[in-house]
């Protein structure tokens, strides 16, 4: 699952397209690209921030074009993402 990009939601409920870093039964932790090109450089002062499975989605492509031009997407239309561990 590393390396997967995703969509999760923040706590002020906008949709952000992430990398996945590593997962848990309960979390899932993310970066933006440039962290996650860090990271796998071996820059651990970068830090994956964890969210609730409950707020992370599978990437779809329609959602995130919508994100990146910054038009609004309905989160309800989203697959979540199911637990892998």
């Avoid at 860090?38 to 329609?62: K, N, Q, T």
Wanted: aromatic share 10%; charged share 30%; glycine share 10%.
């Amino acid at each position: 699952m590393r390396g997967n990009l995703l969509i999760v939601k923040d706590f002020q409920g906008r949709l952000l397209i992430r990398r996945c870093w590593e997962s848990t039964t309960n979390k899932v932790y993310v970066t933006d690209e440039g962290g996650f090109k860090r990271l796998i450089a071996g820059d651990h002062s970068i830090v994956a921030i964890g969210f609730p499975m409950g707020d992370v989605f599978e990437y779809d492509e329609s959602a995130a074009s919508a994100i990146r031009d910054g038009r609004d997407y309905d989160p309800a239309k989203l697959v979540p993402l199911r637990k892998t561990v």
